[in-house]
Structure formats: C-alpha cells, structure tokens
C-alpha cells in the first residue's frame, strides 16, 4: 500500500535511507539523515513524502523537494526513490512514483528530475521505464569511496 509518510514513519526511513549513504554509491552524501531531520521532512513536504508498506514493514519511499532555490524554480522539482531490497523487482518502486507524480501534478509541479549515480545503471533503467529522459550526465561531480562518481540527470514532463 502507497500512502503519504507519517512522523511515525520516520525511524524506518531513516534506517533505509541510511543503509544506502552508508553502504552504497547510490547517493553521494556521507552525512546519515535523523530521525527529527526526516519528521521535519515529512512535515514540510505533505502530499510529497510517500511511503509503501506492508502491514508495519517499509517496502520504500519517494519524495520530491526544490530543484533549485527562488520562484523561478518552485514548479521543477527533485525527487528521490528508495526501496528496501526485497521490494525491489515487484513493482513498488513503479507504483509510488505513479502516486508521487500524480501529487507533484496536484501541486502544479511541471517537471520531476532524478539525480542518479553513474553507478546505478538499474536506477537507469527503472527511470527510463517510468517516462524519464536523460538530459546529461556530468561527469565526475561525485565524490565518494575515494573515487569521483558521475551523475546523471534525468527528466519527465508531467
């Protein structure tokens, strides 16, 4: 089931989310998320924090924040994805984003975009399944495990 992310939610989050900046190339940060940063998150972002779960297991989130700062930007947004493994392959991942863009139309959003790590060729191709374009790919902007990490830019018109 896809709903909108709850307080509640926040410590199971913060547990998946973490997982990926701790373990992966998936994000470039190393700063681990808290569980009052992602309460105040999900607060902020209403209809645009979104979680699926099965029964009280997380299966994901998605999420979309500013682009860029100032009005010029506020109908372009970056959103992100994460699904906890054995979620992955069955369908969750397609349909939180199907909900996360009909919230984004909601709120007048005109475009979504995902930054994604050059090293994550199936984030790649589940984004191109869903009606994402990719726009560029910048090379070596990423800076993570002692190794520079391209990041591809990744558009849908809503």
């Not at 992966?24 to 645009?48: P, Q, S």
């Amino acid at each position: 089931m896809v709903r909108q992310a709850g307080v509640a939610d926040a410590p199971a989050i913060v547990e998946l989310w973490n997982g990926f900046v701790r373990d992966t190339a998936v994000t470039f940060t190393t700063l681990e998320k808290t569980c009052d940063g992602i309460a105040a998150d999900i607060d902020a972002r209403g209809a645009g924090f979104l979680v699926a779960v099965s029964g009280d297991t997380l299966l994901g989130f998605a999420t979309y924040s500013a682009f860029r700062g100032g009005p010029g930007y506020a109908r372009t947004k970056e959103h992100s994805v994460m699904l906890a493994e054995g979620a992955r392959g069955r369908g969750v991942g397609r349909a939180l984003m199907e909900a996360l863009c009909d919230a984004a139309r909601a709120e007048g959003v005109h475009s979504l975009f995902a930054g994604v790590s050059g090293e994550n060729p199936d984030a790649v191709a589940f984004h191109t399944a869903i009606g994402f374009q990719e726009m560029v790919r910048l090379p070596e902007v990423g800076f993570k495990f002692g190794r520079w990490m391209d990041l591809v830019l990744m558009q849908k018109f809503l």
